[in-house]
Nanobody, 123 residues
Framework: QVQLVESGGGLVQPGGSLRLSCVAS????????IAWFRQASGKEREGVVC????????YYQDSVKGRFTISRDEHTNTVYLQMKTLTPEDTAIYYC????????????????WGQGTQVTVSS
């Protein structure tokens, strides 16, 4: 049974950093892509970044390039999202999602999702 559990969200001041974790169970990262999506209040869920052993790393939002870094640890079956220089525009619920093999920017391509973790950037 595929399961994804996110953690690491919270309240942070503008300019601050957070590291989100997505622990996967029921499968191994070798053959799957893991993506981070986010959904701000009143907005559509959007892809942020994805990582796959096969297709590498793909960023879907220009606004996070240079500030967000995705990485994976195959030993612990965990994918991380390191977020730096956060702004209020980064405020959202962050979800991790998985699909077989290749990254894809469209949320409908991901059958399995975590429950989400809230990130709030505010002074």
């Amino acid at each position: 049974q595929v399961q994804l559990v996110e953690s690491g969200g919270g309240l942070v001041q503008p300019g601050g950093s957070l590291r989100l974790s997505c622990v996967a169970s029921g499968f191994t990262l070798d053959d799957y892509a893991i993506a981070w999506f986010r959904q701000a209040s009143g907005k559509e869920r959007e892809g942020v970044v994805c990582i796959s052993r096969i297709s590498g790393t793909s960023y879907y939002q220009d606004s996070v390039k240079g500030r967000f870094t995705i990485s994976r640890d195959e030993h612990t079956n965990t994918v991380y999202l390191q977020m730096k220089t956060l702004t209020p525009e980064d405020t959202a619920i962050y979800y991790c999602a998985t699909r077989v093999r290749f990254c894809n920017r469209f949320r409908n391509e991901y059958p399995d999702w975590g429950q989400g973790t809230q990130v709030t950037v505010s002074s």
